[in-house]
């Protein structure tokens, strides 16, 4: 989701959050804008799913029957010229010169993060308290055809090795799908080698939670470098500000220690508690139960 608000471009043009991207990629005419209504089901998984079959076009729906007073971006970063544009490069960059810059960025490594205070965040500008309801905090809908329940696709999970102390360093800042399993619960899928997993397998060693951070419409070269797989020892804050040129914005959670970007549209705080499993709801599941 996006409020369309103009924000100063840092160095080299490279969007600081989504809501500069999205302006970059609407006035490179990559933004298709569907302002008349729609049902969250069966209208927003169809127009996702054109969008992806013509070529990473982006979406702005801002008309959503039960959520008029929300809008929905989907598809900012589906293709190559948006991954050069969320780089601060032009959209017509050959993909060998936009990976050959991204990896020389990558190790120079001249920048850390920089903590900020909470109260000088936009991802805690608006906050929310006291009892959850996802259902209507967020524009649930279906992605793929046969998904038995809601998905937070591509959602960027934060925790950290709760035996070792809190430090950037020392979190891992990856991306996971999580289905939505009530107003105020969500169930992860680990592979059991993943940095979640080691994290999840710290703290039921020790029978203590976990404090998790789930954060949405994080600033995009964030959410590339979340999507990777660059090992239990690289530091991903690190990797970012490296990308970005410049010290990566993180701000404290309010409920944990973890740091969070700063830029990040929402922050779902919470936690994982040692030895519960869920299953993943699916429709078969669903009939079979009813």
């Known amino acids: 989701m996006i409020e ?13 959050d989504m ?7 609407r006035s490179r005419g990559r933004v298709v804008h569907i302002d008349h209504p729609v ?18 076009v982006s979406l702005l729906f801002d008309n959503m029957t039960g959520y008029q007073s929300k809008r929905l ?8 010229p948006n991954c050069a544009a969320m780089s601060g490069l032009p959209s017509d960059l050959p993909i060998p010169e936009l990976i050959d810059e991204m990896c020389s960025r990558a190790n120079r490594q001249s920048y850390k993060p920089v ?16 009892e959850l309801d ?30 070792t102390g809190t430090g950037h360093d020392r979190m891992k800042f990856g991306m996971y799908s999580l289905q939505v399993q009530g ?11 993943d940095n979640l997993s080691l994290h999840v397998g710290i703290s039921e060693r020790t029978n203590r939670r976990l404090p998790v951070a789930v ?6 070269l964030a959410a590339l470098v979340a999507s990777a797989a660059i090992g239990y020892e690289t530091t991903e804050y690190d990797l970012i500000s490296a990308l970005y040129e410049q010290p990566f914005e993180l701000t404290r959670c309010v409920t944990s220690m973890l740091s969070v970007p700063a830029y990040a549209e929402y922050v779902l705080e919470g936690y994982i508690e040692p030895g519960v499993r869920c299953p993943e709801r699916s429709r078969q599941w669903r009939r079979a139960s009813a």
Request: proline share 6%.
């Open 4 to 16: 369309l608000i103009s924000m100063k471009s840092i160095s080299y043009g490279i969007p600081r």
């Open 19 to 25: 809501r500069e991207l999205f302006d970059i990629l």
């Open 39 to 56: 049902l969250p089901e069966p209208d927003l998984q169809s127009y996702c799913r054109a969008a992806s079959e013509i070529g990473g």
């Open 73 to 80: 971006v989907v598809n900012l970063l589906a293709s190559w």
């Open 115 to 130: 903590l900020i205070d909470a109260g000088e965040a936009p991802s805690y500008e608006c906050m929310e308290t006291g």
């Open 134 to 163: 996802l259902y209507k905090t967020l524009p649930l809908f279906r992605v793929n055809e046969h998904d038995g329940g809601f998905y937070l696709h591509k959602a960027c999970v934060v925790s950290e090795d709760i035996e």
């Open 183 to 193: 107003r105020d619960r969500l169930g992860v899928h680990l592979s059991g080698v």
């Open 215 to 220: 954060c949405l419409g994080v600033p995009p």
